[in-house]
């Protein structure tokens, strides 16, 4: 699933690390939520939207994913 993690990361300079510390994780859960091979709890979905401060339909594109 396409989602925007990775560019607001790197916007926010921030490393994998760090952004698994700041929402609770293991960076091994963030690598493979940017990489789309994992699909995040709705718990993780939120505090991830919630620390950039967007929606979680925005950030994992959920318009675009169900318009396909």
Do not use: W
């Not at 963030?30 to 718990?43: A, D, R, T």
């Amino acid at each position: 699933m396409p989602n925007l993690v990775k560019k607001l990361r790197l916007e926010h300079k921030l490393t994998q690390e760090e952004l698994a510390d700041k929402v609770g994780v293991t960076q091994r859960t963030i690598i493979s939520v940017e990489k789309g091979k994992y699909k995040p709890s709705l718990l993780l979905a939120y505090k991830l939207a919630c620390f950039f401060g967007i929606s979680i339909e925005d950030l994992f594109c959920l318009k675009e994913y169900l318009e396909n």
